[in-house]
């Protein structure tokens, strides 16, 4: 039945309008699947399939993971809330780039040089993380090894590390933090290097079974919330 008895207003009519104005004025939840975006500080982002910009949530489910899939609760005025998993939980969120080796670079003198790259997909307004670690071995005591990032598409500098003072024979440890981002508001492509010089003597960066050498990098936040980090273009 269409229409009300004895009127001539269709009945769906008037639910819709209900409904509509319902929902204008914050009278109706909703439950939406969405994407985790960002997790950083205790501030959940996430992306409701269907829109472009991410939304603050308070997750009610604990923990969730960038890339995780959640169902959200969207209660005017009260806000938006993570209430369950659209999918299976998402595992832990692993790095965006990583290389590594069980066994050692070339001897490098003044020339910089790659010892290890690493392809990532940087996301649109997103900072990241970048490590490396392991030992260096020089040709003779005092020798600095000068450790940097370089963009592998033009070779640009991504940023410096300490250098680091060698004694000769010994193996010594190195490693260090940088942070470069991505303002733009699309994705990129690219690939973070790490190189490797020193101004008199040779170094080599060490790698050895069940102590790799290694670059890592990982997503850590929103760009505008890390200024000191290095923008890729």
Same mark, same amino acid.
């Given at each position: ?147 940097? +990032? ?37 994705? +990129?492509?690219?690939?973070?290097? +790490? ?39």
């Amino acid at each position: 039945m269409t229409n009300a008895p004895g009127g001539g207003l269709p009945v769906k009519a008037i639910a819709e309008a209900v409904l509509d104005r319902a929902r204008r004025t914050g009278l109706v939840w909703r439950l939406r699947p969405a994407t985790v975006t960002d997790t950083v500080n205790g501030t959940v982002r996430v992306r409701l399939d269907g829109d472009s910009q991410p939304i603050g949530v308070a997750s009610m489910i604990g923990p969730v993971a960038v890339a995780a899939r959640v169902m959200v609760l969207i209660t005017p005025p009260a806000g938006n809330h993570i209430v369950g998993w659209a999918g299976p939980p998402a595992p832990g969120g692993g790095p965006a780039g990583l290389a590594f080796s069980d066994s050692n670079s070339v001897p490098v003198a003044a020339t910089p040089t790659v010892v290890l790259s690493a392809p990532v997909v940087l996301r649109a307004r997103t900072a990241y993380r970048v490590e490396f670690g392991g030992g260096v071995l020089s040709s003779a005591a005092g020798v600095l090894a000068d450790f940097r +990032l370089a963009d592998g598409r033009s070779g640009a500098s991504l940023g410096e590390f300490y250098r680091y003072r060698t004694e000769g024979g010994p193996v010594m440890h190195a490693d260090g933090v940088r942070y470069i981002r991505r303002t733009a508001d699309t994705a +990129l492509a690219a690939t973070v290097q +790490l190189t490797l010089a020193t101004a008199s003597g040779t170094v080599t960066h060490i790698g050895a079974p069940g102590r790799p050498r290694y670059l890592m990098i990982t997503a850590c936040g929103e760009a505008a919330a890390f200024p000191h980090a290095v923008d890729v273009r």
